[in-house]
């Protein structure tokens, strides 16, 4: 797992992806977003900038994720409209964003030391040799906020990326299944999913995305997450 959050976790990274959400109604949905990542390589902490293109109602919207010791996070929301933040409580970081698959706890940068991980086999995903995992989140915080009890991930042992996560809840549901296909390499060195699956059996509902632009290693400022800097966003 080390191995893989130094693949998935570079320095830094930016990219684009459409998204379509399809209700139970058959009603769709389609979104673009731009999407900033960067690595505090002091700490090990990270942060995550997403900004909304489209649709128009949307257009300029932008959350903030920026990591914290043991699980503590600083998100926070800013509307074009208000021009001032909003700060998101550690209860409501397990609702869904907009009405997709995806939480505002997804958008949480990774820290390997906030979990538990068990391997509980091997096995072959759609051709590709797998190692099954458990994780289990062990730090308080997390443990009071997330929406899922633990995870199950199937990751590549060669490429080191996730193939599929299956998230479950406290009383032992599947409540959320992603998938991750199509993979090349942007930089000619790590790994990237240029289509991404989000499916929530208990609704039902579906998220797919489509990653058109990836960019690894652009050398983001250190300042580019400070809220000054996201309000003059273009």
């Known amino acids: 797992m080390a191995l893989v959050d130094a693949n998935l976790g570079p320095a830094d990274e930016v ?15 389609r979104w673009r977003i731009k ?11 990270g942060a995550v900038l997403l900004r909304f293109l489209e649709p128009n ?7 903030v994720s920026i990591n914290q010791p043991a699980g503590e996070n600083y998100q ?4 074009p409209a208000f021009r001032n933040p909003k700060i998101l409580s550690e209860s409501g970081k397990s609702d869904y964003v907009f009405g997709s698959d995806l939480t505002y706890e997804d958008f949480v940068p990774f820290v390997l030391d906030d979990y ?22 062990t730090a308080e915080t997390i443990k009071s906020r997330a929406a899922y009890d633990h995870q199950l991930l199937w990751v590549d042992t060669e490429r080191l990326v996730l193939l599929r996560a299956d998230y479950f809840d ?3 549901r599947l409540f959320k299944t992603s998938t991750w296909s199509d993979f090349y390499r942007p930089d000619g ?18 998220t797919e995305m489509t990653f058109e632009d990836v960019q690894i290693n652009r050398n983001l400022p250190v300042d580019f997450f400070t809220e000054e800097n996201v309000t003059s966003l273009r």
């Open 15 to 29: 990219s684009v992806a459409s998204l379509l959400l399809i209700h139970p109604n058959g009603q769709q949905k």
């Open 35 to 45: 999407t900033f990542y960067q690595r505090a390589p002091e700490n090990n902490m």
């Open 57 to 63: 109602d949307l257009n300029g919207m932008t959350l």
């Open 76 to 79: 926070w929301l800013y509307l």
């Open 116 to 137: 538990a991980f068990e391997t509980i086999r091997e096995e072959n995903l759609e051709g590709r040799p797998a190692q099954v995992i458990r994780v289990t989140p």
């Open 170 to 172: 406290t009383l032992g």
């Open 189 to 206: 060195r790590h790994w990237r999913a240029r289509r991404r699956a989000v499916f929530s059996p208990l609704r039902p509902h579906w």
